[in-house]
């Protein structure tokens, strides 16, 4: 079964430097990749997607996030960061084939600090 | 722009009680489901249906069902409520080769 990892439940950074939140994933196969975004009692909004090709995709709000197959990873990054982008952050995978039913990752609380 | 709509915004309840929880979507997809977010921000699916099948995550208690009158809207119904149903309930939509949508959620209290 396929899964998704989190690492850090909590990252904190002074708003101006370069956020990165980890992602990793187990999946047998090529895995769809996304990050999703949730905001203080506001709905999941879509970042970015990874099917395939290019190993960085470049999504919204200025984010973008790197593919590494060599270690099943899916970390999300942006520079610099700002202090509207403090939320929690998901990383989800959704089985090749385009199932659409996505399995999600614990979640990463971002903190940016003005 | 929230295209996912879900009423009511919050509900309080007594364990045993049923409740019913509405969700409209209005992107025209052709697939929903139901999330569950749990009090750690765990978010788990809970069924996805489109107007022929209907998939359900075999963890999902059986007092949990989905109901559906057409492909834009599906409804959750708890039967008899327990205190671990206590979460925000996430529902969504989707088209083949698109992201998946969220609504904003219900936040169920069960006490």
């Known amino acids: 079964a396929q899964s998704v990892d989190q690492p850090d439940a909590h990252v904190t950074l002074y708003e101006g430097a370069s956020l990165e939140l980890r992602c990793s994933y187990s999946y047998s196969a090529a895995p769809y990749l996304f990050w999703y975004v949730q905001y203080p009692g506001q709905s999941l909004q879509f970042l970015l997607k990874y099917i395939t090709g290019d190993a960085v995709v470049k999504g919204t709000k200025g984010f973008e996030a790197e593919f590494r197959k060599s270690n099943s990873s899916f970390n999300l990054k942006k520079s610099p960061a700002h202090w509207s982008d403090s939320a929690k952050y998901f990383c989800a995978l959704e089985e090749a084939g385009g199932n659409n039913k996505l399995t999600f990752g614990q979640g990463t609380v971002l903190s940016v600090i003005p | 722009e929230t295209a996912v709509f879900q009423t009511p915004n919050y509900h309080v309840t007594q364990v045993g009680n049923e409740v019913s929880f509405n969700c409209k979507q209005t992107l025209g997809h052709d697939t929903m489901y139901w999330y569950k977010q749990d009090s750690k921000k765990l978010l788990k699916i809970m069924f996805s249906y489109n107007n022929k099948q209907l998939i359900v995550n075999e963890t999902v208690p059986r007092r949990f069902s989905p109901q559906s009158s057409d492909k834009a809207h599906l409804n959750l119904r708890i039967k008899s409520v327990e205190p671990e149903d206590s979460a925000v309930y996430l529902c969504?939509?989707?088209?083949?080769?698109?992201?998946?949508?969220f609504g904003k959620g219900t936040r169920l209290t069960v006490v």
């Open positions: 969504a939509s989707s088209q083949q080769g698109t992201e998946v949508f």
